[in-house]
């Protein structure tokens, strides 16, 4: 029972302590509060005399008044401050915005000139292209002028187009669906060139010297014979280069079938292609093919020379077809007609 007094009496001597405690720290705080009260309203007098000291003015202000006046003058110096930051940060912005758009505008303008161009480049480009699909009996329904996105003659200029676009934007449009539809023609005019290529790859249709060099001394048909001295019909063309050694090339593909030597043609090869036509190289130095060989167009097959009867180094290149001999210069001259017919 003694331990349960003795604890009471420590409880009860604490809580006193507590209470007293807490009855100073409030006093001391209440004191400390009524002496700031009375310190912040503390009144002073602030007096201005003018130089006239007629009259003298008195401000009756407390350290309350100050401490608020130095407040409210705190607040609008931050204030303006940030403003001011505020507004040198948004004409930045603002100017860095103008200057984008000026870009912007230059930008758009030279976009507008190369549309123009262009459109100017695929106008003409459809007439080229027309015009040569028409030559080659190839349809082409496909035109810029009558596009279902707009009209071909008001293709330069500016103007709204529906739904607020741009003209030459619905113009680019209208670009790309024509070149996707044109992409069918020109399929078809690759398969034909790729024919006509492989057509050409098989008839004699080039210069039997290489790289083109030499030229005609003696053409198909009625001539002089340059050794009897009489009239006779001549079989083939001769290609002189007035000089030994310059090769000769096969005018087309096709499969060697004679090579050898003979008392009017001296060295000689003949060459048999498709379509049935047969080439002869004749007063040849040598060549360098054998029978049965099969040789491509513009393979080397021998050399200019003088064998046979000849009055010079040169070459005597017949065409047959068949039985029957034709004018080779009408073969060789292929190329150059369907390339001027292109143009």
Known sequence: MASVHEYKRLENKFVQKVKTGAVNVAGFLAGTLKALGRFLTRRYTVVFVPHSEKRVYNLHVTILSVCCFLFVAFCILVAFVWYGASYSSTMHAINDKDRRLVETMGSLHEFRDETALLLRTARDFENAFSGILSSLGIGNNNSLAHNTAGDLGSLIGIREAPQGLLREINDIRRLSAYLSEAVGPINELRALMDTQSAFLTEIPSIWPVRNGIGHIT????QNIHPIHGQYYIHRGIDIA???????????????????????????????????GYYTRYAHMQNFRVQVGQRVQQNEIIGYIGSTGISTGPHLHYEVHIGSDVVDPYRYITIRSSLARQGR
Do not use: L
């Open 218 to 221: 003696m053409f198909f048909g």
């Open 241 to 275: 280069t007035y000089r030994f050694g310059d090769p000769i090339v096969a005018s087309a593909d096709g499969q060697v079938v004679t090579a050898e030597y003979s008392y009017d043609y001296g060295n000689y090869v003949i060459i048999r292609h498709k379509h």
